[in-house]
């Protein structure tokens, strides 16, 4: 019911959405997050690095996907994340959930992607325009985003 | 032989400190828990203090599951070291 992909390739949102509700017409909404790699004056990054830890990075990932399907019932989800090196604009995180209904579907989708950025064992690394490389930082924005699920 | 070791691993900047990513330890006796497992690291290589030096910024997890200082570490183990996640 649930898919848990982690992989340095692209993925395809249609495609997933088209896997995901294959079959199941009692699927009445699907929500659906994409993390892309973002660029600014601001923030001049020329990419980001991606390492997990791979024996931990699934079983994580499985654990937040049954408890989102838990509290909303869903009826599918989908979380794929990418790591290596990626540019401005490429996609890095795919999640999707599936629910008879667009309330619990949107709300899990906030929920599944909280909870993914506090509690999965990914760390990014920015290159800057010039080179410099440096290690990102957790948010504190993130916990409180977290921890208002409870 | 002992086989009383555990395996550490290190990742993002802590791996960068460290100068490794994983690593083979001898427990000795007294090294029972997480936190005394970074005692034990940090009195036997200056790269590991300084890699441990803001204890607040390390994460760990114990056989692949979240564990703060005081979780219990045995033989077989796989101890984690590691920043705050910023996956997402």
């Not at chain 1, 009692?26 to 990419?47: E, L, M, N, T």
């Not at chain 2, 330890?25 to 090294?31: D, S």
């Amino acid at each position: 019911m649930s898919t848990i992909r982690v992989q340095e390739a692209a993925f395809d949102t249609g495609a997933e959405i088209a896997r995901l509700t294959e079959g199941r017409p009692d699927i009445g909404g699907i929500g659906c997050f994409v993390g892309v790699v973002r660029a600014s004056k601001a923030d001049p990054i020329a990419a980001l690095t991606l390492e997990h830890y791979p024996a931990m990075t699934e079983p994580a990932l499985a654990r937040i996907a049954a408890e989102a399907t838990s509290r909303w019932h869903l009826l599918g989800c989908t979380l794929i994340h990418r790591v290596g090196r990626l540019l401005p604009g490429e996609p890095i995180v795919l999640v999707l959930a599936a629910a008879a209904h667009r309330e619990p579907a949107l709300e899990a989708t906030a929920f599944l992607i909280d909870w993914l950025k506090t509690k999965a064992p990914f760390w990014k690394k920015e290159t800057l325009a010039g080179g410099a490389e440096t290690w990102v930082d957790a948010r504190d924005s993130d916990d409180a985003a977290a921890a208002r699920w409870g | 032989m002992s086989d009383a070791h555990v395996t550490v691993l290190y990742f993002a900047w802590l791996r960068e400190r460290v100068g490794s990513g994983e690593e083979r330890i001898e427990l000795p006796a007294g090294v029972r828990t997480v936190g005394t497992l970074i005692e034990h690291l940090i009195a036997r290589n200056p790269a590991h203090a300084a890699a441990f030096e803001n204890r607040q910024a390390v994460r760990c997890a114990v056989n692949q599951d979240f564990a703060g200082p005081d979780a219990a570490i045995g033989p077989g183990d796989e101890v984690a070291f590691f920043p705050p996640v910023t996956g997402g």
